[in-house]
């Protein structure tokens, strides 16, 4: 179950369970049919999931397309990308485990806030003052600016406690249950998965001791 990773052609929809887009992107290869699948296998699937996390508006997406896909800086990216991915998925887990997280780690983010920054402004909007992030990536590096930015915001504000991997796959999620009593990523997925394997070994169970 937990063997090398496939590439789709045509991924499936991203899965957005986890309470939080640095988890949810940490999501991007779960297992689907029994076998680790890779959701960002290109610059394309990418900008696709940048969209759906609501990280990137669908024109700047276009631009990015247009300009940068098939290209090698998109290529390197979506390399970096990855390699991005998998320091945040030992990271949780380190953490689910009970370890702190990595300086390193640390010093990556940071670095990233660095090379990356995401400005902000002051917005007045039907007479309310809003802070919102002014985002104009013009290349494929751009965009580990509000990644970085949803990353350094999940382990500030994280609850070690709270940080769950489903009991029935490889998805992680933030527990948000008054009792921190959630157990499965989802509920149409593995919840209801696990309660027919259990009531379908009572009934084996039950068969059999009246046999």
């Known amino acids: ?34 076998r680790l699948t890779e959701l960002l296998p290109d610059f394309a699937a990418a900008l696709r999931w940048f969209v759906a996390a609501n990280l990137l508006d669908p024109k700047s997406a276009g631009r990015l397309r247009s300009r940068w896909a098939k290209t090698p800086r998109a290529r390197a990216f979506c390399r970096q990308l990855l390699t991005f991915r998998e320091q945040l998925r030992r990271a949780i887990l380190s953490l689910e485990s009970g370890k702190p997280i990595s300086p390193n780690l640390i010093h990556v983010i940071n670095r990233m806030l660095a090379q990356h920054p995401l400005p902000a402004q002051l917005l007045l909007s039907n007479g309310t003052l809003q802070m919102t992030h002014r985002f104009a990536p013009q290349k494929p590096a751009d ?5 970085a930015n949803a990353a350094a915001a999940f382990f500030a504000r994280l609850d070690p406690m709270r940080l769950r991997q489903c009991e029935n796959c490889v998805l992680h999620f933030r527990d948000t249950t008054k009792n921190a009593t959630r157990r499965w990523c989802s509920m149409k997925f593995c919840g209801n998965r696990a309660k027919v394997a259990k009531y379908a070994a009572r009934h084996h169970l039950e068969h059999a001791e009246h046999a």
Not at 143 to 147: K, S
């Open 143 to 147: 965009l580990f600016a509000p990644l």
């Open 1 to 34: 179950m937990r063997g090398e990773p496939q590439r789709v052609g045509n991924p499936p929809a991203f899965l957005f369970i986890a309470g939080d887009p640095a988890l949810d992107f940490v999501n991007t290869r779960p297992v689907l049919r029994g």
